[in-house]
Nanobody
Framework: QLQLVESGGGLVQPGRSLRLSCAAS????????MGWFRRTPGKEREGVSC????????YYADSVKGRFTISRDNAKKMVYLQMNSLKPEDTAVYYC?????????????????????WGQGTQVTVSA
């Protein structure tokens, strides 16, 4: 059974860092593009960052460009999101997603093709 489990969320002060992790199981990660999305109450879900199956291509939303870094370790079946210089507006539930169909990282993050599989989410709160 395909499963994605996020971890690493929490409460952090503005300007600090967090690293989110996504553990995949039940499928071969090598064949899937992966992404991080976030949702804040009252707002639409936003594609934060996406990475191709080989890590050759990445995409970042303008709101996080230069502050967040996505990476993956296919052998360990892990995907990471390093979040630096966090801002209060980064507060959200962050979701890991997997997409096995042929797509670009831009299309995945913009949900031109809604990812097949989702984790349960991890809360990130940025507050003084």
């Amino acid at each position: 059974q395909l499963q994605l489990v996020e971890s690493g969320g929490g409460l952090v002060q503005p300007g600090r860092s967090l690293r989110l992790s996504c553990a995949a199981s039940g499928f071969t990660l090598d064949y899937f593009a992966m992404g991080w999305f976030r949702r804040t109450p009252g707002k639409e879900r936003e594609g934060v960052s996406c990475i191709s199956n080989s890590a050759g291509s990445t995409y970042y939303a303008d709101s996080v460009k230069g502050r967040f870094t996505i990476s993956r370790d296919n052998a360990k079946k892990m995907v990471y999101l390093q979040m630096n210089s966090l801002k209060p507006e980064d507060t959200a539930v962050y979701y890991c997603a997997a997409e096995g169909r042929r797509t670009t990282v831009q299309a995945m993050c913009r949900e031109e093709l809604v990812p097949d599989f989702w984790g349960q989410g991890t809360q990130v709160t940025v507050s003084a």
